[in-house]
C-alpha cells in the first residue's frame, strides 16, 4: 500500500489538514509533513518528502503543498502513486505577484506581520465566511504561529517556485485536482490548466468554497478524497 503524505500550505501545518485525518483510510498510514517548514525551496522540501519517506507515495498538496507534490513527482515519478492537488498552481510566479510578495517581505521584516495578514483574510474564504470568526481566527492563529521567519521564507519559496507545467504532461499516475469555486487566490482557470496537462486527471469544483477549502468545506473535501482513494486499495 502507498503512504499518504498530506503537504499543508504557506505558512500552514498539520491544522490544515485537521478535518481530513480522522477522515482518511488508516490503511494509507496518512501523516501531515512539515518540509515546508524546514527547507528554503520547493525543490528542496519535494526532495525530503521522497528521502524521509519510503516506498510509493500517495501525496495530496494544497496551495503550496500541491506545489511540493507536483515536484516531488517530477524528480521521482516511479515513487509517486498518485497525486491529489488541491486549490495549487503549476505557473511560474507572475511579475505582479512577485512584486506584492516583495513588498509584504519588507514589511513583514519591519515586524508588521498582522498589518500584512488581516487585511488580507478576506482572500482566504467564500464571501459567506469571511465573517466565521472561529474558522478565520483558526486559520490567523496558524499564520501568526508560524512566524516572521517562516513567512518571509516561504514567501521566497513560492516567489521563486519552478514552473510546474513543462512536465505534467509526461504523469502517468493518477491525478485528483481539486478547487473551490471561487478560490480567488488561485483562481479555477488554474486548475483548469492542471486538469488540461495531466493525462486523464479528474476535476472537482467545490462549490460555495475560497481557496481554503480543506478548512472550509471538510465535509465536501473528504468525500471527495475518499472516493479517489478507493482507486489505490487492492482489491481482495
Known amino acids: 500500500m502507498p503512504t499518504l503524505i498530506l503537504l499543508p500550505g504557506l505558512a500552514c501545518d498539520a491544522r490544515m489538514w485537521q478535518s481530513q485525518l480522522p477522515m482518511l483510510p488508516a490503511a494509507f498510514a496518512p501523516r501531515v509533513s512539515d518540509v515546508n517548514m524546514r527547507h528554503e525551496r520547493i525543490e528542496d522540501m519535494a526532495a525530503a518528502v521522497l528521502r524521509e519517506h519510503e516506498g510509493p507515495l500517495l501525496?495530496?498538496?494544497a496551495s503550496m503543498g500541491g506545489m511540493v507534490a507536483?515536484?516531488?513527482a517530477r524528480q521521482a515519478p516511479g515513487r509517486v502513486a498518485g497525486l491529489a492537488l488541491l486549490g495549487t498552481n503549476a505557473r511560474p510566479e507572475a511579475p505582479e505577484t512577485y512584486a506584492l510578495r516583495a513588498s509584504a517581505i519588507e514589511l513583514f521584516e519591519r515586524g508588521e506581520l498582522r498589518e500584512v495578514l488581516e487585511p488580507n483574510l478576506v482572500f482566504a474564504f467564500h464571501p459567506q465566511r469571511a465573517d466565521d470568526a472561529p474558522l478565520v481566527g483558526r486559520y490567523m492563529d496558524m499564520m501568526v504561529d508560524a512566524?516572521?521567519?517562516q513567512?518571509?521564507?516561504?514567501?521566497r519559496a513560492l516567489m521563486h517556485r519552478p514552473d510546474a507545467r513543462a512536465h505534467l504532461h509526461a504523469l502517468r499516475c493518477?491525478?485528483?485536482v481539486m478547487c473551490g469555486e471561487?478560490?480567488?487566490l488561485?483562481?479555477?482557470e488554474c486548475s483548469r490548466e492542471i486538469a488540461a496537462l495531466v493525462p486523464g486527471a479528474v476535476l472537482r469544483w467545490v462549490p460555495d468554497c475560497g481557496h481554503m477549502l480543506t478548512m472550509e468545506r471538510p465535509r465536501f473535501v473528504n468525500a471527495v478524497l475518499g472516493e479517489w482513494l478507493q482507486q489505490f486499495v487492492p482489491l481482495a
Do not use: F, H, K, S
Not at 151 to 155: A, S, Y
Open 147 to 149: 512566524g516572521t521567519g
Open 182 to 184: 471561487q478560490d480567488r
Open 59 to 61: 501525496l495530496a498538496g
Open 186 to 188: 488561485t483562481p479555477p
Open 174 to 176: 493518477p491525478v485528483l
Open 70 to 72: 507536483m515536484e516531488a
Open 151 to 155: 513567512l518571509i521564507r516561504q514567501n
